[in-house]
Every structure is written in structure tokens, then in C-alpha cells.
């Protein structure tokens, strides 16, 4: 049965077209005969009773580069006219991101927004993660520089990131004496922590495995290689894609994860897996959908819809 869908994004105009995954979870929507509206996070407005955004209807969508949206007249609606709310909304996960989460959290029952707004709040994907420590590299959470300096001592390299960075951005690789070492020393100290990792070799060759999953279950992956002379594999950092297959490992990691998923309402997620460890839980914008349908074949946006459409009938028959 078609639906009412706001979608929570960026721009749908000035998307990239070949990686964008929003636009793949649109599509299947459309092909679905749902009704779509984008907006933007700060056009959100509450006064008491309301909660209001300010966007365009979605006309049509076409696989052309520069020519992939038909839209309406700006116009402001109230969310709660629509049957689902989807936050697509990229990082940087801070407290913009957390406050759009407890507007949405105002919408009725009768409004399923996904993810949930809560599970989001509650689950940073360098945070999250942490729960699952049995599954992950050696890891340590600090803002004193005299941590960093031991963990990476002991462990001879280590990755280091910003706690709420995303897409690549602050990555450091540090190694016994590394030029990178005090400038990265410097950045700490401050308000938030850091994540540090031991480095994964493996990672230059063989890339992190990004794996797609909708209701706790994996639905595809993707290798992502760092180009020559970096260690980020995030396409959006350069990184490339390739096929890949879920091996056994992959499989035991989202069966110790999938659960804690399902019960946060956290119905899409992608997990990167380097050297068969777990780094990171992405819950706000997972990426990569394209890419898997292209390799693989499998309608990503389709099992969403799906899952969309029992997590609503189940809703409704409780």
C-alpha cells in the first residue's frame, strides 16, 4: 500500500548520483508508489502540537546524473500527516544532530520514524561499537596524551580518531616517532576523546569490509580500498570500492550484533570490518548501497521497504 515518507537529507539536487545510497532507498520508494518529501534538518520547527519542516515534494527520480529529480514549490507540512520519517541526515553528529533527534521523538505513534530517533541519539558509531569489544581491534577511549602515547608504544601503530569525525576526516596513522605524533598530542586535552585502534596492515591491501544491515540481518557488503598512500577507505575520502562475499566471521559479528540493533529500532546500519575486527557501527547515513546492488545484484532498497512495512504493521497491530 503506498505511504506518506518525509526524508530528513541533504539537498535530493545535489546529491553524487553513483554513490548516494538515500537516492537508491528513494527510488525503491517510488517504484513503490510512495509519496516523497525531502527537507532539510533546520527548516524543522515545533510549536506545541506541530512539529513542521520545510521541503519539496519528489515528482520523480530518473538514473541521470544532473537531470535525477523532478521537484514541487517549497512549502512547509506537518510531520505528522506522514506515515514514516526517515532520517538520512549526514554527520557531523553533534548537538544539531542530537536535537533533531528529540523533535522527531515528539511525532505521534502513528508516525514511524526510522531510524529510531532514540537509538540514534543513544548510539554513536565510535560508541556503540564499544559494547562489542570481544569483536574489536584493541581499542582505547582517552583524552589524556599520555594514554595515547602507551597504547600506541604497546602496540607498536595505531590509528587514531575523532570520537564524532565521520567520513574519514582527523584519521591519523601513529607510529614510534611519527612527525604526526605531537600534532595529534595536541588536538587532545579538549572536551571530547579520542578513539584509538591498533593499525590493521591489511587494510591497504585487502581495504575494510562494509556490511549492510536491515533489521539486524546482513544484506550485502562491500570491500572499500584506501587509494595509494592513505589508510582511509571511506569513498568519500577517495577509497574504492569492490565485491565482496561474508565470510563466516562477518556473519558470527552480525549475529553478536544484530539483536542490540533490533532492540534500539536501529532497522538500517553498516558495520566496517577490518582483518575480521569490528571499528565502527554507522546508524546515522549508512553508505555503500549502490555500490553492493551493483556488484551483487541484490535490492537493498527493497528489503528496507520491506522491513519499513512490518515494523509499521506490527506497530499498528499492537
Known sequence: MPIRVAIQMDPIGSIHLPSDSTFVLALEAIARGHELFTYQPDTLTWRPGRLRATGRRVEALRREPGNHVDEGELEAVDLADFD??????????????????????????????????????????????????????????????????????????????PLYGHGGN????????????????????????????????????????????VEGEPVGAIDRIPKPGDIRSNLV????????VLGDRDREICSAIGPELRRRGLLLAGIDVIGGRI????????????????????????????????????????
Open 84 to 161: 514514516v520519517v526517515l532520517i538520512r541526515q549526514d554527520p557531523p553528529f553533534d548537538m544539531g544532530y542530537v536535537t533533531t533527534t528529540h523533535l522527531l521523538e515528539l511525532l505521534p505513534a502513528s508516525t514511524l520514524v526510522v531510524n529510531d530517533p532514540q537509538g540514534i541519539r543513544d548510539s554513536p558509531e565510535k560508541v556503540l561499537v564499544l559494547r562489542f569489544a570481544e569483536w574489536m581491534p584493541p581499542t582505547l577511549v582517552a583524552s589524556r596524551p599520555e594514554e595515547v602515547v602507551a597504547f600506541q608504544a604497546e602496540f607498536g601503530q595505531a590509528v587514531v580518531k
Open 170 to 213: 582527523g584519521v591519523f596513522l601513529l607510529s614510534e616517532g611519527d612527525p604526526n605524533l605531537e600534532p595529534v598530542l595536541g588536538l587532545l586535552g579538549g572536551a571530547e576523546p579520542v578513539i584509538v585502534q591498533q593499525y590493521v596492515p591489511s587494510v591497504t591491501e585487502e581495504g575494510d569490509r562494509r556490511i549492510i544491515l
Open 237 to 244: 575520502a577517495g577509497g574504492s570500492a569492490r565485491p565482496a
Open 279 to 318: 571499528t565502527e557501527i554507522n546508524v546515522t547515513s549508512p553508505t555503500g548501497i549502490p555500490a553492493i546492488e551493483r556488484f551483487d545484484g541484490i535490492s537493498v532498497g527493497a528489503c528496507f521497504w520491506d522491513a519499513v512495512s512490518a515494523r509499521r504493521a506490527a506497530r499498528n497491530a499492537g
